[in-house]
């Protein structure tokens, strides 16, 4: 079945820092990904998606992409801020509509 | 601000007991889908609606109900309460299931 592996928290970073918060998946087909936050006592926000291979997903300066080679869609930033700190979520959305399936989780801690 | 909107907000609950998450979207989207998110596991799929009059399984459905009157309205029913069903619980949306969701702010459950 599809299913969402990402690398278990947590990430503690100094402000400033790369982020780098790996994400594999399990599908058949060509399944969509996206990578969702999480802020403390909130509901969860689209951050990027990508739907097709090598597509890269941006936004608020992270970005991931789209490696069906590896079956990866790792989120990176360039320059941690704290405010950037949250629950990240990888997940996916198969080809025939299922619902998003979603990995557990890793929590990101970033300091000033 | 358009949305969705889910009540309570937060719940106490005796065991044995009925209770019913209301989840309201002005979106006017076809899907809506309730998650329960529990620490360490993620967000895992409890029902599901592709469309007015329509219902799935997901993948922790026992001791839950749903229904899908029209459009806007998704409540999640717990028949009868039990402690495992203490959690947090998202209701989310999306125009088709193949697009990406929206998620409300949660309820968070407690069952004593």
């Known amino acids: 079945g599809n299913s969402v592996t990402q690398m278990e928290g947590p990430v503690t970073l100094s402000e400033e820092a790369f982020l780098t918060i790996n994400c594999t998946y399990t599908a058949t087909g060509y399944p969509s990904l996206f990578w969702y936050v999480q802020y403390p006592g909130e509901g969860l926000q689209l951050l990027l998606k990508?739907?097709?291979?090598?597509d890269k997903g941006s936004n608020k300066g992270f970005e991931a992409t789209y490696r069906k080679e590896t079956t990866s869609f790792h989120l990176e930033k360039g320059s941690v801020q704290v405010s950037d700190s949250a629950v990240y979520f990888c997940?996916?959305?198969?080809?025939?509509?299922?619902?998003?399936?979603f990995g557990k989780g890793t929590t990101l801690s970033v300091s000033s | 601000i358009a949305g969705i909107t889910q009540a309570p907000t937060s719940q106490i609950l005796a065991a044995g007991r009925r209770m019913t998450l209301r989840c309201t979207q002005d979106m006017r989207h076809n899907a809506m889908y309730w998650y329960r998110q529990d620490l360490g596991l993620g967000l895992r799929l409890i029902h599901y609606s592709n469309t007015a009059g329509t219902t799935g399984k997901g993948e922790v459905p026992d001791g839950y109900s749903v229904s899908r009157a029209n459009t806007d309205d998704f409540p999640l029913t717990l028949a009868s309460a039990v402690p495992s069903q203490t959690s947090v619980y998202f209701c989310?949306?999306?125009?088709?299931?193949?697009?990406?969701?929206?998620f409300g702010q949660g309820t968070r459950l407690t069952v004593v």
């Open positions: 990508a739907t097709k291979a090598d």
């Open positions: 997940a996916l959305r198969d080809r025939a509509g299922t619902a998003l399936i």
């Open positions: 989310a949306t999306s125009e088709t299931m193949n697009t990406e969701a929206f």
